[in-house]
């Protein structure tokens, strides 16, 4: 593959400021960074875009985590154990997608996407202060399953994790939109080494591009970190309904054949 050009390169950073600044705040920057490396870099591998884009992620995720444990301190007592088996089932979802064509996974992904939507709407409540739904050992074990679960996940396609691992903790566990992008980034912190883990010593990582997404990413996590933490919780759940909104819209489209 050849170099890309200037302009490229200021497109990819662009989108991945963008994205770094999504994923901070709610989740699913891999639905801004991913389809912009499709774009820019048509000569590359499907497995090289999605290394690529998990190298430039990792940065991103990497300094929101550290942002909102200082802002906000989560309790690590579940967000540590829930990162380390996202880590685990990140690996075995990177094993399992190098074997499976992506496209299998839209329809799946559009489905959840509305169900996450529109009980999001139905419940205007949600989110907006923590209500715990479950204590103790219980409450551990049930935030280690979403984490593995979604670790698969993200290890074998991605777009959304975080929405998702957000979701999940909002709607099951009862934090609020706030602690739950704080534990959500940790979790995603795991899930993208996870998946590194198995591409990177396969020289799947286009390096150079992915340093430059890297910088962007970094700069968008800790604007969007900031940004979150300094408005609230539901400031989160609106930007929440609006990506998750635009999610539906472009995976839809993108199954009806309104766009590539």
Known sequence: MSDPTLTTLGFLAMAAFAAGWVDAVVGGGGLIQLPALLIGLPGASPAQLLATNKFGSIFGTATSSVTYYRRVRPDLRTA??????????????????????????????????????????????????????????????LAMVTGFVIGVYDGALGPGTGSF?????????????????????????????????????????????????????????????????????????VVFVVIVSAFIIKIGGSLLGLWA
């Open 165 to 237: 691992l957000v979701f999940a903790l909002v709607g099951l566990l009862g934090y609020n939109f706030l602690e739950a992008s704080a534990k959500a980034k940790i979790a995603n912190f795991a899930t993208n080494l996870g998946a590194l883990t198995v591409f990177a010593p396969m020289g799947l990582v286009l390096v150079k591009i992915g340093f430059v997404l890297a910088g962007a990413n970094l700069v968008g996590g800790y604007v969007g970190a900031r940004t979150a933490v300094a408005l609230g919780s539901g400031f989160v759940r």
């Open 80 to 141: 540590l154990p829930m990162a380390a088996v996202a880590y685990v089932g990140s690996i075995g979802g990177a094993l399992i997608g190098l074997h499976i064509p992506k496209a299998a996974f839209n329809p799946i992904i559009l489905v959840l996407l509305v169900v996450v939507g529109a009980y999001t709407l139905w419940k205007p409540d949600l989110g907006k202060e923590s209500i715990r739904r479950f204590y103790g050992a219980k409450h551990t074990v």
